[in-house]
């Protein structure tokens, strides 16, 4: 069945802008010079080594870290920052946590309260924040967790569920709050090799939808189903960026094709 959302969507001006981003940590330089744009209904895959900088881009993206220098915008808006004056000021935290609201993101590991429900984990942002009422905020954690595969988990604490079902609680939470861009920080990688399937499906589903994405992840077979945009990364920098035919079939640089041979032995 043809994708409709995502052929005849207008581009349009990009979701996420990032412009000349540098971080460093000491003395080491995380990112160096970083420039990606991700357009409406898209979705961006960062590939490269461990250290290379993509969970730190993502981090500075939903303003879990401060960029040292450069920028980052989501829908026009500049990430951790806004301009008075003439002037950039940082952002108080309360700034920070709306603008958060639209920017959902998935880590590593699950990060699921122990001692809640998968229902009650899903339902606590939208309640404490979005100010929903129990009941909306329950039906639609509901319906969330219908659309990852887990209806019959709804009553399930976190240590009754397999890693994959945790991680796919960890997405329906991050929906709930109704982001308007997702960010994913190699989300099969604490995962057996066996559950890895079943958290790409939900991560499929939202690109057909027409969920814009940021998916950082060495899952080689996903980025070529599923990316629109391909951007290595190597020591802070964008060595090579494309389409997937491009540059997983025939990347231009040496770098790229080392890493690919590593990731697919």
Not at 24 to 47: A, I, K, Q
Request: charged content about 25%.
């Amino acid at each position: 069945m043809p994708d409709t959302a995502r052929e005849t969507v207008d581009d349009g001006e990009p979701v996420i802008r990032v412009e000349q981003a540098w971080k460093w940590f000491g003395s080491t330089d995380v990112l160096r010079g970083v420039n990606l744009t991700v357009r409406p209904r898209r979705t961006l895959v960062l590939l490269g080594p461990s250290g290379s900088g993509k969970s730190t881009l993502l981090r500075c993206v939903n303003a879990l870290e401060r960029l040292d220098s450069g920028l980052v915008e989501v829908e026009g808006s500049r990430v951790g920052l806004r301009e008075a004056g003439g002037r950039l000021h940082e952002l108080t935290e309360a700034e920070l946590c709306r603008q958060r609201v639209r920017i959902g993101m998935v880590f590593q590991r699950f990060n699921l309260f122990p001692h809640m429900t998968a229902l009650e984990n899903v339902t606590l942002g939208p309640r404490r924040v979005l100010g929903l009422s129990r009941a909306q905020a329950e039906a639609e954690a509901e319906r969330l967790l219908t659309r990852v595969g887990l209806r019959d988990k709804l009553d399930s604490y976190p240590s009754q569920l397999s890693g994959g079902q945790q991680q796919r609680v960890a997405i329906a939470r991050a929906l709930a709050m109704k982001p308007h861009v997702m960010l994913f920080d190699e989300p099969t990688s604490a995962l057996d090799p066996e559950l890895v399937g079943e958290v790409l499906d939900v991560m499929k589903d939202l690109a057909r939808q027409g969920m814009t994405m940021i998916v950082a992840t060495h899952e080689i077979g996903f980025a070529k189903e599923v990316a629109d945009t391909v951007a290595m990364l190597d020591g802070g920098v964008v060595i090579e960026s494309g389409p997937p035919g491009e540059c997983l079939v025939a990347p231009k640089e040496e770098r790229t094709k080392a890493f690919l041979s590593k990731v697919l032995a």
